[in-house]
């Protein structure tokens, strides 16, 4: 059963906004770190952004930067990521996972995943 749960994806036209999420279903993320990643078709996995419980310090993928945003509410075993002024090659699929730290989260290993949940910008 997996314990990360995604959602908030869908449709949208370019330039429009999506907030995904992520729902920690069995644990929290304190102590943790928490990423979003993504996979457009025929493409790897892509990494967004981090966060961890410890500090709420962020770090985003360079090419990321100003478009999306990572937050939490921790209490609430949630972590979100908000897209604005999206493009069509935003389109993928969108994972969160849950990572001991910052630098597995960057890399993208040894984390606990989400199944995912598809954004598709088109217009």
């Known amino acids: 059963e997996r314990q990360l749960v995604e959602s908030g994806g869908g449709s949208v036209q370019p330039g429009e906004s999506l907030k995904l999420s992520c729902a920690a279903s069995a644990y929290t993320f304190h102590g943790y770190t928490a990423g979003w990643f993504r996979r457009a078709p025929g493409k790897e996995r892509e990494w967004i952004a981090c966060?961890?419980?410890?500090?709420?310090?962020?770090s985003y993928a360079d090419s990321m930067k100003g478009r999306f945003t990572i937050s939490t509410e921790f209490a609430r075993r949630t972590v979100y990521l908000q897209m604005n002024s999206l493009k069509p090659e935003d389109t993928a699929v969108y994972y969160c996972?849950?990572?001991?730290?910052?630098?597995?989260?960057?890399?993208?290993?040894?984390?606990?995943w989400g199944q995912g949940t598809q954004v598709s910008v088109s217009s």
């Open positions: 966060i961890s419980s410890n500090d709420y310090t962020t």
């Open positions: 996972a849950r990572f001991s730290d910052e630098v597995n989260c960057r890399k993208g290993q040894f984390g606990s």
